[in-house]
């Protein structure tokens, strides 16, 4: 027979056998097991296979001398007066009438000196570490959106109770390593204080890194100040040993305001982790050419970075990439395009070059949970684990780009993030595992279902889809015939039923309780 | 502002221009120009980035050394008198009553030698033409399917009404290069000929490479006699000038059917382009482990190759792969999963380690076009593509795990296919592409819709999709909320309407219909 269809089972025969999966010494201990199975990973996830490489070493130069140019001669607004003040003394060329910054090569390579390769952010749950740099690779929770969305709920405005729900999500997949920022906007809240209702629910339904919000000085310390209490240390103490993390989208092109540029000062200043990513659509905020978006992202990010090790020198800092395109005709976003994996790809030699770590993202600009947004954010997430991404930022959730954020794609993307944990496991070529026992043992034309080969490892063996259903035409329609969004949906469901918050110090809640209460009160009448 | 989204427009401003597509001077005239507008790329498009190769050389040795054990030692079967005797006179140790074939290293290294690095085919229309090897890549439709589905008619038999509709599709996409195996079984027609009509479809309704049905010699060389006819050759000088391929699918573990070998040895005896694929299901048809099913890949894929170059040295042979996994509760095959794309890596450096063009997949398991049929079907093209595949088979329109040949699946994937091409394209970094002058242009803050940079550039900037919706959410709504499933079925309806055949020479369609109707006449009463 040369037609492979013969060879396919139409029926479900074969091993019906238990599999219960594994679960490695050093993965993650939940306080209750959910009734969802979930893959089983290390703690830190690593990647064995090296990046993929577009740039020639030439062409990697050639960015890296525009950028400088970009730096030095055309320059970077800083709207605030103490980047630029720290900047001037630092012997950048500052025009404080109009914010431009001209920021010298010899200046950035002074940063770049200073700024650690590797990193980690340690949360109230040590276990929960995450690990910036080298090989290593976290997924975030999609940030930022002002909506949210499910199937039986429809779209709606953010809220404080979706976003509970949120992270409550993230809390119970292993495969999402922290919070970013807010998971949906919390918009019923007044914006003065809504980031402590977030900070709140943070500690109390999670114990992972998560994000502060570095919209001004005040924000972001109070996320440091909270995290601190978590962890019974002092704001001193917690500046040797980080646990949270900002990202500071630059206003791209060449502009940084105020409020981001002083929330950045605020978080190096007291050693937590800051991922400048230049948000660079290639046709609108960026040019229309890939090289010129990525020397345009170059030079802001460095110029990002220069500021965090002007501000401590040893500050940790992440390199992040955030060039996609626009559709021509309309200037609408588009995500998850090949062009954003290009340059996702690209990004990663860029941060490699400086030896730093690397921000790439999970993103689609479909408008629900279906194959578009499923093929985009493949091609976002290839492009950033083998551009060699250590956080990819919006790793679960992020919807119609970025202005809602899903349940059910949270799910669709925590099947896409098992599997890309899985792929890049390293290989294990032992005799045993190439198993010519097995071989001996079944005659051609036969089958390994029940070689003892097969049952030494059938409890381990492949990952176990969360989502996918492999079941055939007739069994799956029989069942209901649901497709992968309305199997995702129940899925939410059932892991939101079985959700139970991880444990917290009574006194710690306490003290965690009073500080919102006070900063409440102070913040009532704050002008930003 | 450190929220992403507050730079994305939530409306679609910006540029609004018209986008006129490039298309190259290369690139392949159709006789009509469809109302869908679709990517442009070289005829023969190539990878300019390097494979991810997950392999260590150690490793790779050690996977080579356990599947020359398997054919030393182990034996593959061969269940043809045929190719037994071709191994006997080449010196394998032959044991006709079991079948099974021990074959020597030297005599795999031999073939190994003859075997050609690269190749073309060329069909009927020069322009067609593909290559094999090195860093070409080509996508083929379906193929083998018993069901066809689409949105409107359902799940259906394969008949020979869809059988031209689908291969209409893949002449309306220049990103589909080749068609493959039947791309769903005719089932009205008799199995003895139904070849013939299929043939008779391929040349009168493409101008593309088609693939030769190798059950037995019959069938094979009818299908090169058929590809000669429609380029005015004789059999003779179609050897020297390949233009059709087949796919031979080992019935693993370790088991050659005799039709196979037969048609096989047939293709290869006239020069066309064999390509060899075990088809290793982990846990069923190979053992559970990914080293021990790539070691027996191997030895399948070289027993094959081997039997191409005894019948002819130098014939066109491709190092096929299919690894893939079942679920070890039910045995139900999985495709696109974590481990296929593994495996799919692997495998290329493999074939890369003999030489030899290499063939995977673009497969999915999923019964329905939705999120989990693009995201396997994604993980197989990254794993293809990135593995260094020079023939993505199935590259559009597989479904359920073969069972399907789906009409929207086709176009999902061919949007798919559209961006991995756009993918693998070479970077630019010159002068004018990095962009200073649209830098020096643009104020901090400001946009590069009107920039001069942009308008040389925004007719041919960025791979336009075919599927994807960019708009904003307000905007898709009004216009019907369509997903992507239901945007496809709306493609592929225009795509058949706009069809119009290639145009064939009145002589040459002549002479093929009197070629069909002499060998169905002939086969009424064939028993194979």
Redesign the interface.
């Known amino acids: 027979?040369?037609?492979?269809?013969?060879?396919?089972?139409?029926s479900?025969?074969?091993?019906?056998?238990?599999?219960r999966r594994r679960r490695g010494a050093d993965s993650v201990r939940r306080p209750r097991e959910s009734g969802i199975q979930q893959g089983h990973f290390p703690a830190i996830l690593r990647r064995?296979?090296?990046p993929?490489?577009?740039?020639s070493a030439?062409?990697i130069e050639?960015?890296h001398r525009?950028s400088l140019?970009?730096l030095e001669e055309?320059?970077?607004?800083f709207m605030g007066r103490a980047a630029r003040d720290l900047f001037a003394r630092a012997g950048a060329r500052v025009d404080h009438a109009t914010?431009?910054v001209k920021i010298p090569a010899a200046l950035i390579e002074t940063a770049l000196k200073t700024a650690p390769e590797s990193f980690r952010l340690t949360p109230r749950n040590p276990a929960r570490a995450i690990e910036l740099g080298h090989d290593a690779l976290a997924f975030g929770l999609v940030?930022?959106?002002?909506n949210v969305h499910d199937c039986v709920g429809g779209?709606r405005a953010g809220n404080l109770a979706d976003y509970k729900r949120l992270i409550s999500l993230a809390q119970t997949f292993d495969i999402i390593h922290l919070l970013g920022?807010?998971a949906t906007?919390p918009q019923e809240l007044p914006v003065t204080s809504r980031h402590l209702d977030c900070y709140l629910a943070n500690v109390t339904l999670t114990d992972k890194v998560y994000h502060c919000?570095?919209?001004g000085r005040e924000r972001a310390l109070d996320g440091i100040d909270m995290m601190a209490i978590s962890r019974g240390l002092t704001r001193e103490e917690l500046r040797d040993d980080p646990g949270v993390l900002?990202?500071?989208?630059v206003?791209?092109?060449?502009?940084f305001?105020e409020?981001?540029s002083d929330?950045l000062m605020a978080m190096s200043e007291w050693g937590q982790a800051v991922v400048v990513?230049p948000?660079t659509?290639?046709?609108?905020?960026?040019?229309?050419?890939?090289?010129?978006a990525l020397?345009?992202q170059n030079a802001e990010a460095l110029a990002g970075i220069a500021l965090s090790q002007l501000t401590r020198p040893g500050a940790p800092v992440v390199y992040g990439a955030?060039t996609s395109?626009?559709?021509?005709?309309?200037?609408?976003?588009?995500f998850g395009?090949?062009?954003n994996?290009?340059a996702t790809?690209?990004g990663g030699q860029l941060a490699r070059r400086y030896k730093l770590p690397y921000r790439a993202s999970n993103a689609s600009?479909?408008?629900?949970?279906?194959?578009?947004?499923?093929?985009?954010?493949?091609?976002s997430l290839?492009s950033s684990v083998?551009g060699g991404a250590n956080l990819v930022y919006h790793g679960a959730g992020w919807m119609?780009?970025?202005?809602?954020a899903s349940f059910e794609k949270v799910i669709?993307d925590v099947?896409?993030l098992?599997?890309?944990?899985?792929?890049v496991?390293p290989?294990?070529?032992?005799d045993a595992?190439?198993?010519?026992d097995?071989?001996?043992e079944?005659m051609?034309?036969?089958?390994?279902?029940g070689?003892q080969?097969?049952l030494a490892?059938?409890q381990t063996?492949?990952?176990r889809?969360l989502?996918?259903?492999?079941?055939?035409?007739p069994a799956?329609?029989e069942d209901g015939?649901k497709?992968?969004?309305e199997r995702?949906t129940g899925i939410w469901q059932q892991a939101l039923a079985d959700f139970a918050p991880p444990p917290l110090d009574a006194a710690v809640a306490e003290a965690l309780d009073a500080f919102v209460a006070k900063r409440q009160e102070e913040r009532k009448n704050a002008q930003d």
């Open positions: 027979m040369s037609d492979e269809t013969a060879e396919h089972p139409e479900e025969t074969g091993a019906r056998v238990a599999v064995s296979l090296k993929i490489e577009p740039l030439e062409q050639a960015v525009a140019t970009i055309i320059g970077i607004e914010g431009l940030a930022g959106p002002p779209r920022n807010q906007a919000t570095a919209i900002t990202i500071i989208s206003n791209s092109p060449r502009r305001d409020a981001m929330g990513t948000f659509l290639m046709g609108a905020m960026a040019p229309v050419s890939l090289a010129a020397a345009q955030f395109n626009v559709d021509l005709r309309s200037g609408a976003p588009a395009t090949a062009e994996a290009r790809l690209a600009a479909s408008n629900v949970v279906d194959a578009q947004a499923a093929y985009e954010s493949q091609m290839w083998m119609e780009g970025g202005l809602t669709l099947e896409m098992q599997m890309m944990a899985t792929l496991q290989f294990d070529t032992s595992e190439l198993g010519l097995a071989q001996r079944v051609p034309g036969g089958h390994f279902f070689a080969h097969t490892r059938y063996a492949f990952q889809p989502l996918a259903d492999w079941r055939s035409y799956w329609l015939g497709n992968t969004t995702a």
